[in-house]
């Protein structure tokens, strides 16, 4: 990651805690990443696995905070943000 928080870190490194994985998809609904970060982290969460991942998150979550604010881009399309 070239920036933020986690810069200097890799994807996989940042996505290995829930908090990481739900920054990534923040990132990318928010459009705040560009050329190869943006291609990189929208390629790592088009991975099957890691998009159940995340919805797995986003449910435990709202089951347990329901009023908390993810931040997550559920609902862009991929390849191309909101």
Request: aromatic letters at 8%; charged letters at 35%; a negative charge.
């Amino acid at each position: 990651m070239p920036f933020g928080k986690y810069r200097g870190k890799s994807i996989d490194r940042i996505a290995r805690t829930d908090d990481g994985l739900l920054y990534l998809d923040w990132l990318i609904g928010e459009q705040i990443p560009t050329g190869y970060a943006k291609w990189a982290i929208e390629t790592y969460l088009a991975d099957p696995t890691i998009k159940e991942e995340l919805e797995k998150i986003v449910e435990n979550r709202l089951e347990h905070h329901p009023s908390e604010d993810l931040g997550t881009s559920e609902g862009h399309e991929e390849g191309g943000g909101k």
